[in-house]
């Protein structure tokens, strides 16, 4: 074998390793963006379930929400108040989810039922205020929706 051939043949081992070396790393990082979704998707369920486990536990809580939907004005300060956090709580959550959906860490079926939460929920009357106040730092999209 002559240095020439010694010579193509280390390259060619070269370009070997190059390619393989690329194919793990984009492996490691479809890996990794799954592992991200999953996290992303679990953390969602557990907020969701922080924000539901008061109207679970707390008929009173259930009642309020309820009355703020359409009545909020009729409520005194505090359940006002109580209701504004409450709704601000889902609004925050909601614009989580639009910067994972941004982010591409968030799957299609799970980004359609967000965006008809935040339609459905979005249009009662406690969220105006809360609303109000947030939307202006919000991302122009998110505020679209």
């Known amino acids: 074998m002559t240095l020439e051939q010694i010579s193509y043949l280390g390259e060619l081992i070269a370009a070997l390793s190059v390619i393989g070396s690329l194919v793990y790393v984009a492996r490691r990082v479809g890996q990794n ?12 369920l557990q907020r969701e379930y ?3 486990a008061p109207m679970i536990e707390s008929r009173e809580i259930a009642e309020i929400w309820l009355k703020a939907a359409t009545e ?3 409520l005194d300060d505090i359940d006002k108040e109580r209701m504004m956090v409450y709704e601000r709580r889902a609004i925050a ?3 989580h989810v639009y910067v994972l959906r941004q ?6 079926a799970e980004w359609h039922e ?4 935040i339609r459905k929920f ?15 730092h919000l991302r122009n999209p998110f505020r679209s929706l």
């Open 72 to 74: 909020f004005d009729s």
């Open 114 to 117: 967000a965006k008809w939460m």
């Open 33 to 44: 963006t799954a592992m991200m979704r999953v996290k992303a998707a679990s953390e969602r």
């Open 122 to 136: 979005g249009q009662r009357q406690a969220n105006r205020e809360p609303g109000g106040l947030l939307r202006k």
């Open 103 to 108: 982010q591409r860490l968030y799957a299609d």
């Open 50 to 52: 922080d924000i539901a």
């Open 93 to 95: 959550l909601w614009h």
